[in-house]
Structure formats: C-alpha cells, structure tokens
C-alpha cells in the first residue's frame, strides 16, 4: 500500500521569504510524486512532478523539488514567495504503472503574509 | 484545447436521494479518475475508469458508482445520500494514466 504524509498542516511565511513544505511517502513499489496547488472553490492545478531521471525537477510559478529516494520525501521549494501562492498545497503519489489513481497527503496551507 | 469539464459545479440534494455527477475530459484522454475532497478526511480516490472499463477502485460503499461512454465522458452516481456525502466531487483525465493528469473545477455537492 502506498501513503504520503505531509509534515505540516500549516504553514506562514512573510512575503519574499523561502518556504519549504515537506512530504514523505512510503511505497513497496516504484512511484511517480507530485505536488498540486489549489486555490478556493477550485480544481488541482499540477505544480510539478517526478517520473525518472533528474532528481531536481522545476514547476511552474518558480516552485521545485527534490525527490529523495533513501529518505523517501519529495520536498517542495520556493525561494522567495508572493501573496499570490496563499493556497493549499497537495504531495500525490502514483504506482508508475498505467492507473489514474492518485493517493495524496492531507494537504499543507501556505499563509503568505505582507 | 479545452480542459476537463465537471458539471454540474453546484449541487444541493436531500438526504435519501440519488445524485449524478458528469466529468468530460480533454479530447483523446481515455482515462477519468474521482476522487472525494472533505475537510476531515482530505482527498480519497474513488474509482478509474479506462476505455469504458473501471480499471481502480477505492474504499467507498457500493453506493458510490460510475461508468464511462465510449466518448470518455464519465459519469458517478451516489445512491441514497448520506449527510456525510457532502463534498467536493474532482474528476481528472488523462490518456494513460496519472502521469499527465489535469482535474476539473470539482462538483460540490451538499446534502440537507
């Protein structure tokens, strides 16, 4: 069975500031990570993910993450965060098989104040 | 290309009733997945569905259900709600699987 864990439930940070949010997973079998943004009343919006290969991977907004196979986390970054990333913020993972299903964290909140 | 469409975004049912949820997805995409958002328990996989066939399922009562058309186009249906069923219903498509996959705006659903 696959879960993931997200070590913080909330998190604030002043504007400009870095922010790190944390997320371990535990699997028996090879996986794929992501992490999701979503904003009020809205869908997922997939900030970025790992499938193979490097193991910094770059998203969208400025936002990366460094999958750790031996200490099994998938850490998100930013180096200097805006109003505008106050949301809630999901690590997934997936069996890197072929299956749609997604297992995710319980979500972190990132309070960004001015 | 227009992305995944959930309808309809907001649903208010009464409890005993039966509800349907429609997820289309992104042209080509054979591959929908639900999942269930609540406060307390954070986001739960419901069921996948792949060229018309459930490919995954997850731990929910009989009551939860789906099928998939030839077109992709999904559908799931709660039987008899409970009060507990209130939630943010999210579909999300993809052509093989979670590797690529983009969710809708979610169908929020509120039993009285």
């Known amino acids: 069975a696959q879960s993931v864990t997200q070590l913080d439930s909330q998190v604030p940070v002043f504007e400009e500031a870095p922010v790190e949010l944390r997320c371990n997973y535990s699997?028996?079998?090879?996986?794929?990570l992501f992490w999701y943004v979503q904003y009020p009343n809205q869908g997922l919006q997939l900030l970025l993910k790992?499938?193979?290969?490097?193991?910094l991977v770059k998203g969208i907004n400025g936002f990366e993450a460094e999958f750790n196979k031996s200490q099994t986390s998938f850490h998100l970054r930013k180096p200097s965060v805006h109003i505008s990333d106050t949301a809630e913020y999901f690590c997934?993972?997936?069996?890197?098989?072929?299956?749609?299903?997604?297992?995710f964290g319980q979500g972190t909140t990132l309070q960004v104040k001015p | 290309k227009a992305g995944v469409t959930q309808t309809p975004r907001y649903l208010i049912k009464t409890r005993g009733q039966q509800v349907t949820l429609s997820c289309s997805p992104i042209?080509?995409?054979?591959?929908v997945s639900w999942y269930q958002q609540t406060p307390g328990q954070g986001l739960q996989f419901l069921f996948e569905?792949?060229?018309?066939?459930?490919?995954n399922k997850g731990n929910f009562p009989g009551r939860f259900s789906g099928r998939q058309f030839s077109n992709s186009r999904s559908e799931m249906n709660v039987s008899t709600l409970e009060l507990g069923d209130s939630a943010l219903y999210l579909c999300?498509?993809?052509?093989?699987?979670?590797?690529?996959?983009?969710f809708g705006q979610g169908t929020r659903l509120t039993v009285v």
């Open positions: 042209s080509g995409h054979r591959s």
């Open positions: 569905y792949f060229s018309e066939t459930q490919r």
């Open positions: 790992y499938l193979s290969g490097s193991t």
């Open positions: 999300a498509s993809s052509f093989t699987g979670a590797a690529e996959a983009f």
């Open positions: 997934a993972v997936s069996s890197s098989g072929n299956t749609g299903k997604l297992i």
């Open positions: 699997s028996s079998v090879s996986v794929y």
